[in-house]
């Protein structure tokens, strides 16, 4: 007695995958997009550019008038703004990198210490920026001694730092939300 032969008939099977890629195309171990405004990403390097550059701008306004020093609340203003510059310039040479080489900036301790570091900033920044608009309101209005100050220099500084902690905002928030999404 003969066994009987199955038939062979062609089975259309999918094209074996890439190693390290899973069905969709995607890197292994890749879980979700990156938020924009976060860490490494287009959108966070745009905000910290523009921290940057409005910390800078109150410096630059500041810095302009030779009478600052005199007051306390101008001096911090100058403190805080140099550290929200190199704060955010540092952080922005970090998504710099990260974008060049393609890499993301969701590791929970780099986003620990990115949102401890925009909470410090910002704070400092928003506090000076308060201080100084006191202080300018009290010399521009009260006193009304505009025409011996500087008032339009003190003004536009305490207006870019209030920009700039704007930005530095948003930032604090991404960043604290990508923590709190993984614990």
Not at 71 to 99: N, P
Not at 155 to 175: D, G, K, Q, R, Y
Request: some cysteine; aromatic content about 8%.
């Amino acid at each position: 007695m003969r066994p009987s032969r199955p038939a062979v008939h062609p089975v259309e099977a999918p094209p074996p995958q890439a190693q390290g890629e899973n069905a969709d195309g995607a890197p292994v171990g890749v879980r979700m997009k990156d938020t924009q405004g976060g860490p490494g990403t287009p959108g966070g390097l745009g905000l910290r550019l523009v921290q940057v550059f409005f910390a800078a701008a109150s410096l630059a306004a500041m810095a302009s008038t030779n009478d600052f020093p005199s007051v306390t609340a101008f001096c911090y203003l100058v403190a805080a703004v140099i550290l929200q510059c190199l704060w955010s310039l540092s952080l922005a040479i970090v998504d710099i990198y990260a974008l060049l080489v393609k890499r993301s900036l969701r590791n929970l301790r780099a986003a620990c210490i990115f949102s401890i570091g925009d909470l410090i900033t910002g704070t400092l920044t928003l506090g000076a920026a308060c201080a100084s608009a006191g202080i300018t309101v009290l010399i521009g209005n009260d006193l009304e001694m505009c025409a011996h100050n500087h008032c339009a220099s003190f003004m536009t500084a305490t207006a870019m730092a209030f920009i700039s902690w704007f930005a530095v905002a948003p930032s604090f928030v991404l960043n604290f939300w990508s923590v709190a999404s993984r614990l």
